[in-house]
């Protein structure tokens, strides 16, 4: 048998191989992103409408006017120091949850998503902050 043709069987084997890997690997690998798509859906939306729920004037003027069964158009938006604890739970909660979101499962959207919703976090968490050093 020429060298050559030795090299491709050896060749063609080894891609048949990792071939097979790849292919028995893949159901996992898509049951993975799979979940891991799941979990990113529903961070982001528990982060925006949870958003919303906490401030039911902004609500309303965007269009979401209930929330788990409440009706936010007869609300404001509550400042008092349950209102701004109540904000700072929801950003604590949505933080941790994306920390344990794998990166390496995310698209590069979700993570520029992920960016913009921890920069939306720490400029709200600023903004609760500074409220609640205010004198009543």
């Known amino acids: 048998m020429p060298f050559g043709h030795r090299m491709r ?3 063609s084997e080894t891609y048949m191989l990792r071939l ?12 993975r992103a799979a979940s891991s798509d799941l979990q990113f859906n529903q961070v982001v939306d ?3 409408f949870g958003s919303l729920a906490l401030s039911p ?9 209930q929330h788990k069964g409440e ?5 404001l938006d509550d400042f008092s120091a349950a209102g701004l604890k109540a904000s700072l739970t929801l ?10 979101l794998d990166p390496k499962w995310l698209n590069p959207e979700q993570r520029a998503d992920i ?7 720490h400029a709200t968490r600023l903004d609760v902050e500074e409220r609640a050093e205010l004198p009543a």
């Open 20 to 31: 097979g890997a790849l292919r028995s690997s893949a159901p996992c690998r898509l049951a």
């Open 46 to 48: 528990d982060f925006v």
């Open 9 to 11: 069987d050896e060749t």
């Open 57 to 65: 004037v902004t609500a309303s003027t965007v269009g979401y006017h």
């Open 91 to 100: 950003q604590r909660s949505i933080e941790a949850r994306i920390a344990k």
């Open 115 to 121: 960016e913009i919703m921890l920069d939306a976090i």
């Open 71 to 75: 009706m936010l158009e007869d609300q």
